[in-house]
């Protein structure tokens, strides 16, 4: 039930876990109402031994929500799915128990219960961690730049976090995986039922957690429920691109909620995409392009960004020169160089893989 990294539980722990599972199982019991039945009587095992008289006192409980406690079913379904955790390779933590993150109790509803796949390093009241989302029709440019800051993150020792959903999401997990950091990857589905189906191998490089039990699939309303995780598990949230009415930007609403630091990345005027950055940033949101803004911000010191190679002169400026996407007068300007010898070291640092051109605009990969 708990993971290598968590000492093993002791007895009192262990019917702790299961009495939080059989609460988390049973009928019209959400987050909140767990909670409440746990804060009155001490424990979610004392709750399930209290009489109708005891429990009907319970704040925020009425009939309805009372009828399920202690019934046969939800314990069964609870001892149930604890017997799939070993073989599933899924780690189970509950609220006030060790292992459960102490970053979630800025939230108003943390789940009773999650499910954990993969190594979950402590996660303090505000941890050293940063939030990535943004819209699942990415434009080139902000994959570039969610790629470029999501290396850059983990290079500086910085977790990055997000939904693995398609676009920003599989592009800041891909890119933090791939510089050697960890990423969590928070999802709308249980941790054994992974979508979009094509994330499967990247999902195996992540720590998942969810707070629906194994074999739970996706549903709509799981991922708005799941966008609190996100922003509660990170100390900052940096939305990359997103419409205004969209999951980013609800995101970003429990960011704010949780009194969490928000980011947002300016696009081009008049695309949809850039909508919701856009009202962030007038609502106050800190404006970042790359990393060491995000690094300054959170007084986390100076970012360690991957060492240039040893490269001819014109090379060197023009790949310093690309702190954010740039158009080629961008770097005429930064680097004092002609057309003709700034096209010419982007042509050798295209063919070395150190650059790329996204929309229009220069990256360094």
């Not at 249980?190 to 957690?209: G, S």
């Not at 609502?283 to 960004?305: K, P, R, S, Y």
């Not at 002609?338 to 605009?361: D, F, K, N, P, Y």
Request: with cysteine.
């Amino acid at each position: 039930m708990t993971s290598g990294s968590l000492s093993s539980p002791t007895t009192d722990q262990a019917e702790e876990l299961l009495a939080l599972l059989t609460l988390r199982f049973t009928p019209q019991l959400g987050p909140r109402r767990i909670e409440s039945l746990r804060e009155r009587f001490g424990s979610a095992r004392a709750a399930l031994t209290m009489p109708l008289t005891e429990l009907r006192h319970t704040p925020g409980l009425d009939a309805r929500s009372l009828s399920g406690i202690g019934t046969a079913r939800p314990a069964q379904q609870a001892e149930a799915e604890l017997s799939k955790l070993e073989r599933a390779g899924v780690t189970l933590l509950g609220r006030g128990l060790p292992g459960y993150p102490a970053a979630l109790d800025s939230l108003g509803d943390p789940p009773a219960v999650l499910w954990v796949r993969g190594p979950l390093p402590d996660l303090p009241s505000v941890p050293r961690t940063i939030g990535m989302v943004g819209t699942r029709a990415a434009s080139p440019h902000a994959l570039a730049l969610t790629r470029k800051i999501a290396a850059d993150l983990a290079r500086s020792d910085v977790t990055v976090i997000s939904g693995l959903a398609r676009g920003i999401d599989t592009a800041a997990h891909s890119a933090s995986t791939e510089a050697g950091g960890l990423s969590i990857g928070i999802l709308g589905s249980a941790v054994n039922m992974i979508y979009p189906h094509e994330n499967a191998a990247l999902a195996q490089k992540l720590t998942l957690i969810s707070e629906y039990p194994l074999g739970t699939g996706p549903a709509t309303h799981h991922f708005p429920i799941r966008n609190r995780l996100i922003a509660a598990l990170s100390a900052a949230t940096i939305v990359m691109e997103g419409e205004l009415k969209s999951g980013s930007l609800i995101t970003a609403t429990h960011a704010l909620e949780c009194g969490r630091t928000v980011f947002a990345v300016p696009g081009l005027a008049g695309d949809p995409r850039a909508a919701g950055p856009h009202r962030l940033i007038r609502d106050g949101a800190v404006l970042t392009e790359n990393v060491q803004d995000i690094l300054n911000e959170m007084g986390w010191g100076a970012a360690c960004t991957a060492p240039l190679p040893d490269l001819p002169p014109d090379q060197a400026r023009v790949l310093a020169a690309l702190n954010a996407p740039s158009t080629l007068d961008d770097l005429q300007a930064g680097t004092g160089l002609s057309l003709s010898e700034l096209q010419t070291a982007l042509v050798m640092l295209q063919l070395q893989m150190l650059t790329e051109e996204v929309g229009g605009r220069w990256v360094r990969r």
